[in-house]
DNA sequence: AAGCTCTGCAACCGCCCCCGT
DNA sequence: AACGGGGGCGGTTGCAGAGCT
């Protein structure tokens, strides 16, 4: 059970605040300062919720907030600290003045999580998407001989226990506390269930143009960075602070590949691309979206640099078809 | 023009942490 | 040490406006 409401719900005004209300817990705030939120809304005459009035005059009301659109230097400070610590939005805000914590995870949520997405990024583990996939053919998944021309089905072994994710994808925060790595696979997949819309894959069979830093990349093949003003490595965990996978898997599959971990034709620094996602080159080195179920099946989207199109590949777990 | 869908963001919810008693 | 209340936080929802069909 959880703790009792901090006001009578029945009793007290919701929803978006008007100027009135603005200009009242402003004149009570200037004169009184915030301490006590509790008793701000009946000393000020307002018919809110303490936290109500917390919440606007932090989110909205403070008159040190800016009130202006993210800078492409905000931008990228809050995807190299999500990458760093996560979702721990007050504290990247703390690193923005002028901005709140709600800013900073709305903005997330609304723009920064596609960008990855379309860059090839996991917005949640800032690797590779393509390593999922790397991931699933290193425990078995096999691909399918029967394959209609736009979409590859893969099937898992018999098996094949409910996928977990692998070490490689363990964020530095793992500890007791952290989600499991399964816990971990299934909210990441829900994530890219919902970013499927992205990339439609209705029109898998006509030509999508990708993004262009896959390009980019493509055209970097040093494994020095991007010659983009984009950097990849920028957006990524960096491999000392992922947990080791080493007795695992062959290096290949553990090394992260770095700013050309995402070289889209497999060239340079390709060597997981090219010998765990797989080996005929028909899905070779590519970068996608994916979806899945709960049942284990799941699908992930990859760009095909040769052909200029979006292929759809289907993973089905045989345990539940 | 109307209806539908999408997007961005303000606001809410409920849990957790901290601090005072 | 235990408890309770206030504040903080992250996840989620709901709504208004924009865009699309």
């Given at each position: 059970m959880g703790r009792p409401p901090c006001c009578d719900k029945s009793n007290v005004k919701r929803g978006l605040w008007t100027a009135e209300e603005d200009a009242k817990i402003l004149?009570?705030?200037?004169?009184?300062?915030?301490?006590?939120?509790?008793?701000?809304?009946?000393?000020?005459?307002?018919?809110?919720c303490g936290?109500?009035?917390?919440?606007?005059?932090?989110?909205?009301?403070?008159?040190?907030?800016?009130?202006?659109?993210?800078?492409?230097q905000e931008e990228e400070l809050i995807v190299n600290l999500h990458a760093a610590i996560g979702s721990r939005w007050s504290i990247i805000a703390d690193q923005l003045p002028g901005i709140t914590d709600n800013d900073v995870k709305n903005h997330w949520n609304t723009k920064l999580r596609k960008k990855l997405f379309e860059k090839g990024i996991?917005?949640?583990?800032?690797?590779?998407?393509?390593?999922?996939?790397?991931?699933?053919?290193?425990?078995g998944f096999s691909k399918s001989t029967k394959s209609p021309t736009t979409t590859s089905t893969y099937h898992a072994p018999k098996s094949t226990p409910k996928p977990m994710m692998p070490n490689t994808l363990t964020t530095m925060n793992n500890n007791n506390n952290?989600?499991?790595?399964?816990?971990?696979?299934?909210?990441?997949?829900t994530l890219y269930n919902a970013n499927l819309k992205m990339i439609s894959f209705d029109e898998a069979s006509s030509s999508?143009?990708?993004?262009?830093?896959?390009?980019?990349?493509?055209?970097?093949?040093?494994?020095?960075?991007?010659?983009?003003?984009?950097?990849?490595?920028?957006?990524?965990?960096?491999?000392e602070l992922l947990s080791p996978c080493k007795d695992e898997q062959p290096q290949s599959q553990c090394a992260f590949a770095?700013?050309?971990?995402?070289?889209?034709?497999?060239?340079?620094?390709?060597?997981?691309?090219?010998?765990?996602?797989?080996?005929?080159?028909?899905?070779?080195?590519?970068?996608?979206?994916?979806?899945?179920?709960?049942?284990?099946?799941f699908m992930e989207g990859f760009y095909d640099e040769d052909s200029g199109m979006w292929e759809l590949a289907e993973f089905l777990n045989d345990e539940t078809t």
């Open positions: 004149a009570y705030i200037s004169t009184h300062g915030t301490a006590n939120w509790t008793s701000v809304p009946k000393k000020a005459g307002l018919k809110r936290k109500s009035c917390r919440l606007r005059w932090t989110n909205y009301l403070r008159p040190d907030l800016k009130h202006e659109s993210f800078t492409p996991d917005p949640i583990t800032h690797k590779p998407m393509s390593q999922i996939a790397a991931y699933y053919q290193s425990i952290q989600p499991t790595h399964q816990e971990i696979f299934y909210n990441n997949h999508i143009a990708p993004p262009s830093l896959m390009q980019d990349d493509h055209n970097n093949n040093d494994c020095s960075g991007s010659s983009s003003s984009f950097s990849w490595s920028d957006f990524l965990l960096d491999e770095g700013p050309n971990g995402l070289d889209v034709d497999g060239g340079g620094c390709s060597g997981f691309m090219d010998e765990v996602i797989v080996s005929q080159g028909d899905l070779n080195g590519l970068v996608g979206s994916s979806s899945t179920s709960l049942d284990g099946s």
